[in-house]
């Protein structure tokens, strides 16, 4: 089965960095889409970041030129590397992929952002 593991939240002051990756199985990792999503508490999950089987790239406004999605495909792996972060960054991140129908979530990684 599909599996999307993902590691590397945790607690930064505002304007530091942290890189997110997820780890995935089950799946021909190089041929499908991958997404970067986030919730905020009270929020709608919201796109982040995107990056297609062809290494496009896609952002939300807010985070463009401090966010970096990227790609692994000999280690199944897609890393967000974010910078320049701030306290509105906050939220659980999580790693996506759809396969036809099917949708697949990591478990999702907190960042906090101290001001």
């Known amino acids: 089965q599909v599996q999307l593991v993902e590691s590397g939240g945790g607690l930064v002051q505002a304007g530091g960095s942290l890189r997110l990756s997820c780890a995935a199985s089950?799946?021909?990792?190089?041929?499908?889409?991958m997404g970067w999503y986030r919730q905020a508490p009270g929020r709608q999950r919201e796109l982040v970041a995107s990056?297609?089987?062809?290494?496009?790239?896609n952002y939300i406004d807010s985070v463009k030129g401090r966010f970096t999605v990227s790609r692994d495909n000999a280690k199944n792996t897609v890393y967000l590397q974010m910078n320049s972060l701030k306290p509105e960054d906050t939220a659980v991140y999580y790693c996506?992929?759809?396969?036809?129908?099917?949708?697949?979530w990591g478990q999702g990684t907190q960042v906090t952002v101290s001001s």
């Open positions: 996506n992929t759809h396969v036809w129908a099917r949708q697949y």
């Open positions: 089950g799946i021909r990792f190089s041929f499908y889409p």
């Open positions: 990056i297609t089987s062809g290494d496009t790239t």
